[in-house]
Structures are given as structure tokens and as C-alpha cells.
């Protein structure tokens, strides 16, 4: 079956712009993960969603970083003012439950910010 | 806060030979614990978790870890590596009061013939 999706897979802005990063979760997840990893850095959480709502965003570094998923299916990370500091690899991941079950990740989106 | 830490951010090893990637977490409450690995241009992958029960959890491609609470650690191991091994491994863990991980910086695993 189909795996976690993200578009686009490379995205390079300029300093000031806004951005959206898409996901598509596997079908049926009701959890889906944001995370960011800059360069020889792991993963760093950004947000979780359980359903339509953020159960938890607690990793988002500023107000210029949101995130929605209207239907509880799709989900959109949007950044405002972009930084060259914001460039990383954004990453998806979705669970069919969250807590102990998988997270399955996409390949990931590559933002460059010049 | 929960933290993971990875002691060596590059392991190399010849084929064939057996390896063990470090890791060592913080934390004082219950924890889920993860090993995923991230060959060269693809998405992470889970090799291996421990949940509960049997402190040795065995993975995916011959891999497998022990958690060892005393010592707040969940080292991974194979007995025998190949060169396809060759990759980033990422150990990470979950508190069961959330549900985000909480990853380490990573150790990138080099397989030579």
C-alpha cells in the first residue's frame, strides 16, 4: 500500500516568503507527526496531531511556524517569513493510533531558505 | 525534559564483523524506546522498539537491543554486518504520557569490505 507522501520533495524560498509543506498520511491514520532535522542533527518534534486537532505543539520554535489538518487526513506546516535559519529536511510520519504504535515516515521535504 | 544521546556520531566496521551502536537516554518515568535506521536518500524506517516485557528486543534485518534500565540504555547490536548495513541509525524515545520522540543526534554506520 501507499506510504506516507510529502510535497514537494525540494523547496527553496527566499528569505521573507511563506511556504507550505503538504503531507498525506497512509489512509486510516488517525496520528500524524511533524518533525525537523537540520543537518547532522536527528529529528527534532514539531507538532502531533490526534484526529483534526493538535494534541500537542509544543515543538514549534516561533509563531511563524503552523500547521492544520482540517479533515483528518491531509495536513499543511506553513511558515511565515521564512529564516535561513528554517532551512532543514521536514519530515511527516503517521501512526494508526499514536503512543506506542509506529510512526511511518515520509521521505521528507528539503527546504532551502536563500 | 527527555533527552537521547548517541556516544559515537561515526562507527566504521568491516564486513562480517559484529557491531554495537550506543545509546543512552534521560529520563525518570515509564519510556517506549526506538531504534530506525535511514539508508542514503530514503525515509526512515523502524528496525526495532521496546515496549515492555522481554529487555531483549529483536528487529528487522538481523538487528537487536537490549534495554537495560539501570543503566538507561538501549544499545543496539548485529552479530554479523554486511555492507548493505551501511547507513544512519537513529535511537529515539516516547514517555507514555505523549506521544512525540524524542531522537538522538545519530550514528552513521560504515560497512566496509
Known amino acids: 500500500g501507499a506510504g506516507v507522501s510529502q510535497t514537494p520533495s525540494n523547496k527553496v524560498t527566499e528569505k521573507g516568503k511563506y511556504v507550505e509543506l503538504r503531507c498525506d498520511p497512509i489512509?486510516?491514520?488517525?496520528?500524524l507527526y511533524w518533525y525537523r532535522q537540520s543537518l547532522g542533527q536527528g529529528p527534532e518534534f514539531l507538532i502531533y496531531?490526534?484526529?483534526?486537532?493538535?494534541?500537542?505543539d509544543s515543538g514549534l520554535p516561533n509563531d511563524r511556524f503552523f500547521a492544520v489538518r482540517p479533515e483528518g487526513s491531509v495536513s499543511t506546516l506553513k511558515i511565515q517569513r521564512t529564516e535561513r535559519g528554517d532551512s532543514a529536511v521536514y519530515l511527516c510520519?503517521?501512526?494508526?493510533?499514536?503512543?506506542?504504535?509506529?510512526?511511518?515516515f515520509g521521505p521528507g521535504t528539503r527546504l532551502t531558505v536563500l | 525534559a527527555q533527552s537521547v544521546t548517541q556516544l559515537d556520531s561515526q562507527v566504521p566496521v568491516f564486513e562480517e564483523a559484529p557491531v554495537e551502536l550506543r545509546c543512552n537516554y534521560s529520563?525518570?518515568?515509564?519510556?517506549?524506546l526506538f531504534w530506525y535506521v535511514q539508508y542514503p536518500n530514503q525515509g526512515l524506517q523502524l528496525l526495532l522498539k521496546?515496549?515492555?516485557?522481554?529487555?531483549l528486543v529483536k528487529g528487522i534485518n538481523g538487528f537487536e537491543a537490549e534495554f537495560n534500565k539501570s543503566q538507561t540504555s538501549f544499545h543496539l547490536r548485529k552479530p554479523s554486518v554486511h555492507i548493505s548495513d551501511t547507513a544512519e541509525y537513529f535511537c529515539?524515545?516516547?514517555?507514555?504520557?505523549?506521544?512525540?520522540?524524542?531522537f538522538g543526534t545519530g550514528t552513521r554506520l560504515q560497512v566496509f569490505p
Open positions: 510520519a503517521s501512526s494508526s493510533r499514536g503512543g506506542a504504535y509506529e510512526q511511518f
Open positions: 489512509s486510516g491514520h488517525t496520528a
Open positions: 529515539a524515545v516516547s514517555d507514555k504520557n505523549t506521544d512525540k520522540l524524542i
Open positions: 496531531f490526534q484526529g483534526t486537532g493538535a494534541a500537542d
Open positions: 529520563s525518570s518515568v515509564s519510556v517506549y
Open positions: 521496546y515496549l515492555s516485557g522481554s529487555t
